[in-house]
């Protein structure tokens, strides 16, 4: 079983910046991807915003291209996001995910708030 706890959200202003953690336990996943979502406020969707392969390779959505940075350090089991210049439609709960195993399920953390004032 893996556990996913994310945490580093907050309040900050239009332009500012964040950076999310979100660390694993219960199985290392150095050679799963890990992704970031992200629910915008009254909305069911999560949005995928950034991933990154076992390799480190990378991919984001437009919306955040070259604002924010995925990472990963295997050693501490951990993914983060850097998230810099951000806009008030960055707000939402961010969740950390992967997937992992035998059958490939699906792993969420619990979602770390992120509000963005304008």
């Known amino acids: 079983q893996v556990q996913l706890v994310e945490s580093g959200g907050g309040l900050v202003q239009a332009g500012g910046s964040l950076r999310l953690s979100c660390v694993a336990s219960?199985?290392?996943?150095?050679?799963?991807?890990i992704d970031w979502y992200r629910q915008a406020p009254g909305t069911q969707q999560r949005e995928l915003v950034a991933?990154?392969?076992?390799?480190?390779?990378?991919d984001y959505a437009d919306s955040v291209k070259g604002r924010f940075t995925i990472s990963r350090d295997n050693a501490k089991n951990t993914a983060y996001l850097q998230m810099n210049s951000l806009e008030p439609e960055d707000t939402g709960v961010y969740y950390c995910?992967?997937?992992?195993?035998?059958?490939?399920?699906?792993?969420w953390g619990q979602g770390t708030q992120v509000t963005v004032s304008s």
């Open positions: 995910h992967t997937r992992t195993g035998w059958n490939l399920d699906d792993y």
């Open positions: 219960g199985s290392s996943l150095s050679f799963n991807a």
């Open positions: 991933i990154i392969s076992s390799g480190g390779g990378t």
